[in-house]
T-cell receptor
């Protein structure tokens, strides 16, 4: 199963952009890259996902390297409410089901 | 928010007793998942279901069983609870053409 590697923690100042990196060197050609975040005492919530092209939505942007071995989640203006654990996940395409393999994620701290 | 609830939200039990956690959805989604989350670990998949009466094991299935007799309910049973099963349990649903999983609020289980 393909795995992801993320830094354990990062800090950002409020109102500044945040770039959260993820390495996934063993990604297969059909694996989608998903990002979820988990606020304290809540279940994970979907942020964004993509396959090859960069993606944007109202929450964030996802930049995917050309070789797909890494990706970066971009929060354009961090707010205090963005403080959470961010998970980069590859959907396990080998089994034909939608199984996710979670890593330990990056804990983002936003400084006022 | 996706219509997904978990019950109970908190439970304290003793070693050796059976425990059943319930996940209920109102979205009529095909896929349902049970995860556990422990300090130092991301979410780990216990079991999942891809339809009524269709279930399969995840990466940490030992000591757990599941049942899905109707689309809306996915039950997780600990036949004889152990202290190592003290954890926060999350249910997730997924369906339609979306590759997104929606998570419930979690159940905090303590086994004494």
């Amino acid at each position: 199963d393909a795995k992801t590697t993320q830094p354990n923690s990062m800090e950002s100042n409020e109102e500044e952009p945040v770039h959260l990196p993820c390495n996934h060197s063993t990604i297969s050609g059909t694996d989608y890259i998903h990002w979820y975040r988990q606020l304290p005492s809540q279940g994970p919530e979907y942020v964004i996902h993509g396959l090859t092209s960069n993606v944007n939505n109202r929450m964030a942007s996802l930049a995917i390297a050309e070789d797909r071995k890494s990706s970066t989640l971009i929060l354009h203006r961090a707010t205090l409410r963005d403080a959470a654990v961010y998970y980069c996940i590859l959907r396990d395409s080998g089994s034909g089901t939608y199984k996710y393999i979670f890593g330990t994620g990056t804990r983002l701290k936003v400084l006022a | 928010d996706a219509g997904i609830t978990q019950s109970p939200r908190h439970k304290v039990t003793e070693t050796g007793t059976p425990v059943t956690l319930r996940c209920h959805q109102t979205e009529n989604h095909r896929y349902m998942y049970w995860y556990r989350q422990d300090p130092g670990h991301g979410l780990r998949l216990i079991h999942y279901s891809y339809g009524v009466k269709d279930t399969d094991k995840g990466e940490v299935s030992d000591g757990y069983s599941v049942s899905r007799s109707k689309t809306e309910d996915f039950l997780l049973t600990l036949e004889s609870a152990t202290s190592s099963q003290t954890s926060v349990y999350f249910c997730a649903i997924q369906g339609g053409s979306s590759d997104t999983q929606y998570f419930g609020p979690g159940t905090r289980l303590t086994v004494l």
